[in-house]
């Protein structure tokens, strides 16, 4: 019998495999274009359409002339810059008591044995997914019972319902990844543990403190049930309530030009925070994904 010739491996060039790697990098190029395109459509369509007038909302127009007299009708409206400031001092004294309560409570939580600690732990998570609808009465009367109402003060009681147990659960799981002879040699020293806290710990947390908080200041800048529900005049309102709001000049006409002026100056806040502390929330987001 005559042996078979078994036919030998093609061997690949490099060209073949720098052609491949040019038409991936392109594949992943055209999915991060149109990645961005749909995250970012929708800001700039916000922003064209808040500088168009009358018919000429209803014209697609990619580039249009520019026109930003909605903008400065805001300027101009003081229930408007009212209700900016209201939103301001709500997001920051919310998201201030947050990490302050939440910090402490995750050190106890994450750093401190007790019996009950999976337990309290279970009740937090809870808490965090409940629907606002749930107890909007019963805040409705412990606002009333407080003497709160119509204030926003009520508002930042309100929101640390929401923002201190996500808070706490979050800031826990950074604390567990703290080595623990951190604290032994403090204890040793003579160190409390409300000093380990303030000391030791705190100025290691600051990207995980800096992440957190954008969330528990975005939650509070953006939320509107409550603010609706326990704010009933103009010089007490928030953003969000001011802008769904804003009517037009009369009963037929929708104002979408000044609710898109409206929802582009309130993103801009947003922005410049989540600019600032960039490098903060990346490292805290990323921190404890690579250990060793």
């Not at 032994?184 to 100025?203: M, Q």
């Not at 609710?259 to 582009?264: K, P, R």
Request: net charge positive.
């Amino acid at each position: 019998m005559t042996d078979l010739a078994l036919p030998l491996p093609v061997r690949k060039s490099s060209a073949y495999y720098r052609l491949r790697r040019r038409v991936l990098r392109g594949l992943q190029i055209f999915a991060l274009f149109l990645v961005l395109i749909y995250t970012l459509f929708p800001y700039y369509w916000a922003f064209v359409s808040s500088t168009k007038q009358g018919a000429a909302l209803y014209r697609s127009v990619l580039l249009p002339a520019l026109d930003f007299t909605y903008y400065r009708q805001l300027i101009d409206n003081p229930v408007f810059m009212s209700s900016l400031l209201n939103s301001a001092y709500v997001a920051v004294a919310t998201t201030f008591l947050s990490l302050v309560i939440g910090v402490s409570a995750a050190y106890a939580l994450g750093r401190i044995d007790f019996p009950q600690r999976r337990a309290v732990l279970m009740v937090i998570l809870m808490i965090s997914i409940f629907p606002q609808v749930v107890v909007l009465s019963g805040m409705f009367e412990l606002i009333n019972w407080l003497g709160l109402f119509n204030r926003p003060s009520a508002l930042v009681l309100t929101y640390l319902l929401s923002t201190v147990p996500f808070t706490t659960w979050i800031l826990t799981t950074f604390i567990r990844e703290f080595p623990r002879e951190l604290e032994e040699a403090a204890i040793v020293d003579g160190c409390s543990h409300l000093r380990i806290l303030l000391k030791i710990l705190l100025p290691l947390m600051g990207p995980s403190l800096a992440s957190t908080g954008i969330l528990a200041f975005i939650l509070a800048w953006n939320e509107f049930l409550f603010a609706l529900t326990f704010t009933l005049t103009d010089e007490n309102r928030t953003v969000p309530v001011a802008i769904g709001l804003i009517a037009g000049t009369n009963r037929y006409e929708y104002p979408f030009g000044q609710i898109m002026a409206a929802s582009v100056t309130v993103t801009l806040p947003l922005i410049a925070v989540v600019l600032v502390f960039q490098r903060r929330i990346v490292a805290g987001l990323t921190a404890g994904a690579v250990k060793g």
